[in-house]
């Protein structure tokens, strides 16, 4: 069983910068991939970003291209999400996902463990 913790998120207004942090139990986190999604209210879960296990592979959602930034430190059992430039179209709740067979797909139903989330709420 992994357990992933979500922190960071909070009201900010546009232009502003957030980072939001995920927490993993577990002796094995650096065999996971990693994944961040977003929900916003009245409308499906999407892919934000998502990591390798070592951290050298990245990808992300062309939404949020070159202005957030994932990445992950597998001493600490941490992943983490930089995002900057924000926008009220940000606005949503935020999930970390866990892929225990090291993969870090585009499709949320690929993950098997997730967050509770964490809401981030962006002003115009």
């Known amino acids: 069983q992994v357990q992933l913790v979500e922190s960071g998120g909070g009201l900010v207004q546009a232009g502003d910068s957030l980072r939001l942090s995920c927490e993993a139990s577990g002796r094995t986190f650096s065999s996971y991939g990693m994944g961040w999604f977003r929900q916003a209210p009245g409308k499906g879960r999407e892919f934000v970003s998502g990591i390798s296990r070592s951290g050298d592979y990245k990808r992300y959602a062309d939404s949020v291209k070159g202005r957030f930034t994932i990445s992950r430190d597998n001493a600490k059992n941490m992943v983490y999400l930089q995002m900057n430039s924000l926008k009220a179209e940000d606005t949503a709740v935020y999930y970390c996902?866990?892929?225990?067979?090291?993969?870090?797909?585009?499709?949320?139903?690929?993950?098997?463990?997730w967050g509770q989330g964490t809401q981030v709420t962006v002003s115009s």
């Open positions: 996902a866990a892929d225990i067979g090291g993969a870090y797909w585009r499709t949320d139903q690929k993950y098997d463990y």
